[in-house]
């Protein structure tokens, strides 16, 4: 990316994806970063959000997420949640695979929430836990995230390697930090490092090392993509025979948010 080759991105590595939320809350609290050192979360989030924020001293709030009467996105007052959020406050999304929902917006929504949240000069996070396992296509799964760079947000990033590389036991993962400069870059990689060395000081290399050789060969790579595909695929494939067993037993009720 541009921001990669301009040297603009901050980053080190974390304790898997929660090592890396858990360093952002600590950040955010740690410089004041978001108004009133409030983070907003999804409603509903993944179970441990809530903790991890918390107990990194910052206060946490919801905003409207999943709609149980449609099974689907709650768009429209997650809109006017962003937009009565006061200026610059924290907000967690997920990246892709929402967790628990399963709910995304598309590609149309995102582009809209990037600029609401442009217009309320808010501090977004994004959590990507699942990247190449929503789709199958790692590409497409970090869609979100480019778009919002490319609209010029300066934001905070947590990757997972955990379950996309099979190295759970690992605990592999990165905070990210998009910069204005590059002198940015260095004094906030020097306060991150500052966070780090009492918390978990230096994280183990030997799952690092081997994400790192994945994705820099050209014959693994293309593979790792190949073999994210095929569990994706067969994720689909159990939705698609679970709905269709569910309509064989006689259920009468729409499942289509199963395989949508």
């Not at 836990?129 to 490319?150: H, P």
């Not at 998009?178 to 940015?184: I, K, R, S, T």
Request: aromatic residues 10%; charged residues 25%; neutral net charge.
């Amino acid at each position: 990316s541009k921001e990669l080759a301009e040297g603009r991105i901050a980053g080190v590595q974390t304790l898997s994806g929660t090592g890396a939320c858990r360093l952002a809350g600590e950040f955010f609290n740690r410089f004041g970063i978001s108004a009133n050192n409030t983070i907003y979360q999804p409603n509903p989030t993944w179970g441990n959000h809530v903790p991890i924020f918390k107990d990194a001293g910052m206060e946490v709030k919801q905003y409207s997420y999943y709609d149980k009467e449609t099974i689907g996105l709650d768009f429209g007052n997650m809109i006017k949640d962003i937009q009565n959020a006061p200026n610059g406050s924290a907000f967690l999304l997920h990246a892709c695979a929402h967790n628990p929902t399963g709910v995304d917006p598309t590609e149309e929504q995102w582009k809209e929430i990037s600029q609401e949240m442009l217009k309320k000069d808010h501090r977004v996070f994004f959590d990507c836990a699942y990247q190449g396992f929503a789709s199958g296509d790692a590409e497409k799964d970090a869609f979100a995230i480019r778009q919002f760079v490319k609209d010029g947000h300066l934001l905070c990033l947590s990757q997972s390697f955990a379950k996309n590389f099979g190295l759970y036991g690992d605990r592999v993962g990165a905070f990210s930090v998009v910069c204005q400069d590059q002198d940015e870059v260095a004094r906030v990689t020097s306060q991150l490092k500052r966070l780090i060395r009492p918390m978990y000081s230096n994280p183990p290399a030997q799952g690092a090392r081997i994400v790192q050789t994945i994705l820099e060969d050209p014959v693994l790579k293309p593979q790792w993509y190949s073999e994210c595909k095929a569990m994706a695929n067969r994720i689909i494939e159990m939705r698609e025979l679970l709905k269709s067993n569910l309509e064989k037993k006689g259920s009468t009720r729409n499942w289509d948010n199963i395989t949508s």
